[in-house]
């Protein structure tokens, strides 16, 4: 098991700077969306409100990013027990499910578009791209994040210092955040 060594400054009684900015920004996220959900409820009860399935590829979707938190996960876990290879190559996994899961939102707007269901359309509609685009577009910043870790972990040689433990960690929360986000988000349309 490899030793991670704290940098300069020792952090055990306190939350680190990085990860408290963290929180607070999925905070905000977090009430934005809220904040969407709510106006969803509203609209509906207004009226001119028309019915529809989402489609299936949404579903699964789930799925996807649901797995894509797993393999970062064990990219995590290989980083902290030096197991260099599970960690690069399930960090690989975990991007690569990433897009999978943009590209599959991107389907599920097609498959919208053709059962008729438009962004400028009913306001019905309207809100299921605005709520997934909105979170598509957190998606995208989260695979930001995972393209620098991927660039650390293959351009840089293996160490499991504190400060690449802390980097990884704010990839990991947000990403987990992301995709439970949007397990809320697809639990809040289907129930509605």
């Known amino acids: 098991m490899s030793m991670i060594h704290r940098d300069r400054i ?3 009684n306190k939350i680190h700077p990085h990860k408290l900015a963290l929180w607070v920004a ?3 996220i977090l ?3 809220v904040a969407l959900t709510s106006a969803y409820v509203v609209k509906r009860a207004a009226g001119n409100w028309l019915d529809f399935e989402l489609p299936q590829i949404f579903y699964y979707n789930t799925f996807v990013i649901l797995l894509s938190s797993v393999f970062l996960q064990m990219s995590y876990k290989g980083f902290l027990k030096g197991k260099e290879n599970i960690y690069k ?3 690989v996994a ?3 499910t990433g897009l999978a899961f943009v590209v599959l939102q991107y389907k599920g707007w097609t498959a919208l578009h053709q059962i008729g269901i438009e962004l400028s359309g009913n ?3 309207s809100f299921i791209y605005v709520i997934s685009g909105f979170h598509a577009l957190h998606v ?3 695979i930001v994040a995972l393209i620098l870790a991927l660039v650390f972990a293959f351009k840089l040689p293996y160490k499991p210092t504190y400060k690449r433990k802390n980097r990884f960690e704010l990839v990991l929360h947000y990403w987990h955040f992301i995709g439970f986000l949007w397990v809320y988000l697809l639990l809040f349309l ?3």
């Open 94 to 96: 975990a991007f690569v």
């Open 140 to 142: 995208l910043g989260g």
């Open 31 to 33: 009430m934005m969306f």
């Open 10 to 12: 020792d952090y055990r």
């Open 123 to 125: 306001p019905s509609g």
């Open 190 to 192: 289907f129930t509605q």
């Open 89 to 91: 190559y399930m960090l």
């Open 26 to 28: 999925l905070g905000s």
